[in-house]
Protein backbone atom coordinates (compact mmCIF):
# COMPACT_ATOMS: atom_id res chain seq x y z
CA UNK A 1 0.00 0.00 0.00
CA UNK A 2 1.41 3.54 -0.57
CA UNK A 3 2.76 5.53 2.12
CA UNK A 4 2.30 9.55 2.27
CA UNK A 5 4.45 12.05 4.34
CA UNK A 6 3.81 15.48 4.01
CA UNK A 7 6.40 18.19 5.35
CA UNK A 8 6.35 21.89 4.95
CA UNK A 9 4.50 23.22 7.74
CA UNK A 10 6.13 25.38 10.62
CA UNK A 11 4.95 28.65 12.26
CA UNK A 12 4.54 31.73 10.25
CA UNK A 13 3.04 35.18 10.90
CA UNK A 14 -0.58 36.09 9.61
CA UNK A 15 -0.38 36.76 6.35
CA UNK A 16 2.27 35.03 5.62
CA UNK A 17 2.61 31.79 2.73
CA UNK A 18 3.81 28.38 3.21
CA UNK A 19 3.81 25.33 0.72
CA UNK A 20 3.03 21.88 1.95
CA UNK A 21 3.97 19.04 0.09
CA UNK A 22 2.65 14.81 0.16
CA UNK A 23 5.37 12.64 -1.06
CA UNK A 24 3.99 9.41 -1.70
CA UNK A 25 6.35 6.10 -1.48
CA UNK A 26 6.01 4.84 -4.81
CA UNK A 27 4.84 5.38 -8.24
CA UNK A 28 1.58 4.50 -8.10
CA UNK A 29 0.71 7.97 -6.68
CA UNK A 30 -0.26 8.72 -9.98
CA UNK A 31 -2.96 6.53 -10.44
CA UNK A 32 -4.99 8.47 -6.91
CA UNK A 33 -6.98 11.29 -6.25
CA UNK A 34 -5.59 13.60 -3.68
CA UNK A 35 -7.07 15.62 -0.55
CA UNK A 36 -5.62 17.36 2.29
CA UNK A 37 -7.87 17.67 5.34
CA UNK A 38 -7.15 19.35 8.17
CA UNK A 39 -7.49 19.06 12.01
CA UNK A 40 -7.16 21.95 14.52
CA UNK A 41 -7.47 21.27 18.61
CA UNK A 42 -10.70 20.23 19.88
CA UNK A 43 -12.15 19.84 16.40
CA UNK A 44 -13.06 17.53 13.64
CA UNK A 45 -10.75 16.97 10.88
CA UNK A 46 -12.03 18.86 7.82
CA UNK A 47 -12.42 19.36 3.92
CA UNK A 48 -9.79 21.59 2.53
CA UNK A 49 -9.04 20.35 -1.08
CA UNK A 50 -8.87 17.65 -3.55
CA UNK A 51 -8.14 16.81 -6.87
CA UNK A 52 -8.05 13.77 -9.46
CA UNK A 53 -5.48 13.95 -11.74
CA UNK A 54 -3.26 17.30 -12.52
CA UNK A 55 -5.05 19.79 -14.60
CA UNK A 56 -8.27 18.38 -14.04
CA UNK A 57 -11.16 19.53 -11.66
CA UNK A 58 -10.64 20.94 -8.47
CA UNK A 59 -12.54 21.55 -4.68
CA UNK A 60 -11.90 24.12 -2.09
CA UNK A 61 -13.27 24.09 1.36
CA UNK A 62 -15.07 27.42 1.70
CA UNK A 63 -12.47 28.66 4.14
CA UNK A 64 -9.80 28.46 2.33
CA UNK A 65 -11.41 29.76 -1.39
CA UNK A 66 -9.26 31.78 -3.20
CA UNK A 67 -6.47 31.52 -0.86
CA UNK A 68 -4.95 27.96 -1.06
CA UNK A 69 -4.49 26.02 -3.96
CA UNK A 70 -3.87 21.69 -4.40
CA UNK A 71 -1.65 20.60 -7.35
CA UNK A 72 0.64 17.92 -7.95
CA UNK A 73 3.59 16.37 -9.94
CA UNK A 74 3.44 12.90 -10.51
CA UNK A 75 6.97 12.74 -12.05
CA UNK A 76 7.60 13.44 -8.43
CA UNK A 77 4.95 11.37 -7.18
CA UNK A 78 4.17 14.59 -4.22
CA UNK A 79 1.10 16.55 -4.35
CA UNK A 80 1.33 20.12 -3.05
CA UNK A 81 -0.94 22.32 -0.97
CA UNK A 82 0.18 26.22 -1.68
CA UNK A 83 -1.19 28.65 0.87
CA UNK A 84 -1.34 32.15 0.61
CA UNK A 85 -2.71 34.75 3.24
CA UNK A 86 -2.44 32.15 5.95
CA UNK A 87 -4.42 33.84 9.40
CA UNK A 88 -4.78 32.08 12.86
CA UNK A 89 -8.02 30.12 11.87
CA UNK A 90 -5.90 28.10 9.76
CA UNK A 91 -3.55 26.67 12.36
CA UNK A 92 -4.12 23.15 12.54
CA UNK A 93 -2.29 19.65 11.46
CA UNK A 94 -2.64 19.07 7.39
CA UNK A 95 -3.00 15.81 6.18
CA UNK A 96 -2.78 14.49 2.66
CA UNK A 97 -4.62 11.45 1.50
CA UNK A 98 -5.38 9.61 -1.40
CA UNK A 99 -8.19 7.17 -2.85
CA UNK A 100 -8.45 5.31 -6.20
CA UNK A 101 -11.03 6.50 -8.80
CA UNK A 102 -13.50 7.03 -9.59
CA UNK A 103 -14.30 8.70 -6.51
CA UNK A 104 -17.20 10.95 -7.04
CA UNK A 105 -17.09 15.03 -6.28
CA UNK A 106 -18.86 14.26 -2.97
CA UNK A 107 -16.26 11.43 -1.76
CA UNK A 108 -13.68 13.80 -2.66
CA UNK A 109 -14.68 16.25 0.51
CA UNK A 110 -15.18 13.17 2.94
CA UNK A 111 -12.50 12.05 5.38
CA UNK A 112 -14.54 8.26 4.57
CA UNK A 113 -13.65 9.34 0.73
CA UNK A 114 -9.95 7.97 1.55
CA UNK A 115 -7.63 4.74 1.97
CA UNK A 116 -4.41 5.96 3.25
CA UNK A 117 -3.27 8.88 4.75
CA UNK A 118 -0.26 10.97 5.93
CA UNK A 119 0.78 11.18 9.65
CA UNK A 120 0.47 15.21 9.25
CA UNK A 121 2.30 18.63 9.52
CA UNK A 122 1.73 21.05 11.81
CA UNK A 123 0.74 24.55 10.80
CA UNK A 124 0.93 27.29 13.18
CA UNK A 125 -0.12 30.69 12.39
CA UNK A 126 0.56 33.35 15.05
CA UNK A 127 2.16 36.57 16.18
Known amino acids: QVQLVESGGGLVQPGASLRLSCTASDRSFKSYAMGWFRQAPGKEREFVAAMVRSGGNTWYGDAVKGRFTISRDDAKNTGYLQMIGLRPDDTAVYYC????????????????????WGQGTQVTVSL
Open 97 to 116: AVTLPPASPSALTRIWGYNF
